[in-house]
């Protein structure tokens, strides 16, 4: 009971804190509502700089809060792709913030028209468990790219990852420019009800929905990276093994516990047999073994485990085949495991899947595979392999996704010049790079006019000759 109430007592202080935090930010930022392009990259530095020196710190939080995660896949997946983004932001700054030049219709001279790039004022991020430092980062140098005040709750799931963010992050930014919020889903809750000037959030669809609930009561514009359930389709006459070898990295990856990680695999219905086979290979090869072995990543929590063993015995009683790759493994380990005979009655194909489970579902004409996804909501990543040219094509102008990969899976993601996003039920919006700078920023329009007025012509009353001749010349 004494527990209890100091959990919620510590909860509702964080809640508190939450409004008080958003209004230093608001005052700083009217002080400062256009840092210059210095400035902004003197904060990026301070974040390399400080992701390199406590690298080793981040990755032994990381692997607490799972209980095990691979140290090369924080690096790989985490601390790099951060690092690389700063570079690629640092570099681009200064072009990004240049006003854009655009032209006036000859009626409208004499004046100039441009765009500039204007930042939002304070913005909120919402942080998932799975990959807590990469998601935290991304959207924070997308931010401070843009001259934004930043606000970040980080994951209930990761304590150990979102203390130490929080204490890092304090060590190199004052509160009034970067403050990270800690607590529960009732902390998750007061936060994205705040009216930030823009809200972004990761994480579960079903979550992403009571986010942008609340975020409209502020009408505050909100960019959702989701999940749902992403595809990867072989074709009919690539090497297994290679499609095999792709496929199985891009599910192992921190134990499948990937937003854009493949969830099911569509493959020509006589060359299954042939794909197990390739699969099965690839990955006892990856991971030769599950106990002790420091590369397999184990579930995040007990929470998580059950529900993905609920998704096993849920298809079996409904008729799937499971095809384990291990024998079963302690602790959170969850055994990767191949599912043949799925159906959209059993929730292993209805819901995203977040772990080591990898259904197979049979097609005959390359065709059928796109109607199976069209026929569903539209994934954050659709996966191909195949080398035809002609039919790459058609998988990029007959399905719809946020994202895709032709011959790999997840490295799209890691692009730091191209938009990451999805679409409809896997998300809205984008960032990443410069599509990440305009996200926190405002584009607005402006129309630069001096003394001379030509408009006068058109001004009231109606009907003078000259506003004749402007109809004449401008109205087809």
Request: glycine share 6%.
């Amino acid at each position: 009971m004494v527990a209890n109430v100091a959990y919620l007592e510590q909860n509702q202080e964080q809640i508190n804190q939450l409004d008080s935090t958003l209004a230093l930010q608001r005052k700083a930022y009217e002080g400062n509502p256009m840092p210059p392009a210095e400035q902004r990259i003197q904060w990026l530095n301070a974040l390399r700089d400080l992701i390199k020196t406590e690298q080793q710190a981040l990755i032994t939080a990381v692997s607490k809060d799972f209980s095990n995660r691979s140290a090369d896949e924080t690096l790989l997946a985490e601390i790099m792709p951060s690092l690389h983004n700063i570079h690629y932001a640092t570099k681009r700054i200064k072009k990004w913030m240049k006003p854009s030049r655009r032209s006036v219709g000859m009626q409208f001279m004499p004046a100039t028209a441009k765009v500039i790039y204007q930042p939002l004022g304070v913005v909120g991020v919402i942080v998932p468990w799975n990959y807590p430092l990469f998601l935290a980062f991304g959207p924070l140098i997308g931010a401070l790219a843009a001259g934004n005040r930043v606000m970040i709750k980080m994951s209930e799931s990761t304590p150990v990852t979102s203390q130490l963010v929080k204490d890092l992050l304090a060590r190199i930014f004052p509160e009034d420019l970067v403050s990270v919020a800690l607590g529960e889903a009732e902390v998750g809750m007061a936060f994205s009800k705040l009216p930030f000037d823009h809200l972004l959030f990761t994480g579960a669809t079903s979550i992403g929905k009571h986010v942008m609930r609340a975020a409209a009561e502020n009408l505050t514009p909100v960019t959702l990276e989701l999940g749902g359930k992403s595809p990867a389709i072989i074709a009919n006459d690539v090497p297994l093994d290679d499609a095999a070898e792709r496929i199985a990295f891009g599910k192992t990856m921190n134990a499948g516990q990937t937003c854009v990680a493949p969830d099911y695999v569509l493959v020509p219905k006589d060359r299954i047999d042939g794909f197990i086979e390739a699969y099965r290979k690839v990955v006892l090869r990856f991971y030769p073994k599950l106990e002790d072995n420091p590369d397999y990543t184990a579930i995040i929590n007990e929470r998580q485990q059950t529900r993905l063993n609920s998704y096993l015995n849920d298809a079996q009683s409904k008729g799937a085949k499971l095809i384990p790759l291990y024998p079963s493994a302690q602790g959170r380990r969850v055994p990767h495991t191949l599912l043949l005979d799925v159906n959209d009655d059993m929730v292993i194909m209805q819901d995203e899947i977040f772990g080591p489970l990898l259904p197979i579902v049979p097609y005959e004409r390359i065709e059928d595979a796109f109607a199976y996804i069209n026929q569903r909501p539209r994934p954050l990543a659709l996966y191909y392999f195949g080398y035809n040219k002609g039919e790459q094509q058609r998988v990029l102008h007959e399905t719809h996704s946020g994202g895709a990969c032709m011959n790999d899976t997840l490295l799209h993601v890691a692009q730091d010049d191209m938009p990451f996003g999805g679409i409809g039920p896997s998300g809205m919006g984008h960032y990443h790079g410069h599509e990440g700078f305009l996200t926190f920023s405002k584009a607005k329009g402006v129309l630069i006019k001096q003394r001379l007025n030509a408009a006068k012509a058109i001004y009231p009353p109606y009907g003078k000759s000259i506003q004749k001749m402007i109809y004449k010349l401008f109205v087809r």
